[in-house]
């Protein structure tokens, strides 16, 4: 059985730092497609980056320079490092999955399209 459980999250003032990790059981992360993305209540949820089983990974616009996923193959983890944080940061993130999608594909709405898998999110709240 799948699993992706994220764990991270907190409250932090604006410009602090967090990181997110995503503990993956049941398949290998290193061959997967894998990305974060974030929600807030009444929105729709909304890409935040991905990273391929070459370990590229891409970024929205929002978030490029501040934020730095990795991934840890020999943990079997996803992070999601956020620097300079700001208030819009706010919200639930989650981390998701898909075998499917080779390098070229694996970008947010690609992934957001056809992820198999999501995780139960964990709670972000920056405060100005």
């Known amino acids: 059985q799948v699993q992706l459980v994220e764990s991270g999250g907190g409250s932090v003032q604006a410009g602090g730092s967090l990181r997110l990790s995503c503990v993956v059981s049941g398949y290998s992360n290193s061959s997967y497609c894998m990305g974060w993305f974030r929600q807030v209540p009444g929105k729709e949820r909304e890409g935040v980056g991905t990273i391929d089983s070459d370990g590229s990974a891409s970024y929205a616009d929002s978030v490029k320079g501040r934020f730095t996923i990795t991934k840890d193959n020999a943990k079997n983890t996803l992070h999601l490092q956020m620097n300079s944080l700001k208030p819009e940061a706010t919200g639930t993130y989650y981390c998701?999955?898909?075998?499917?999608?080779?390098?070229?594909?694996?970008?947010?709405?690609?992934?957001?399209?056809?992820?198999?898998?999501w995780g139960q999110g964990t709670q972000v709240t920056v405060s100005s």
């Open positions: 998701a999955a898909d075998h499917s999608l080779l390098p070229p594909e694996c970008v947010i709405d690609w992934l957001m399209a056809s992820r198999d898998y």
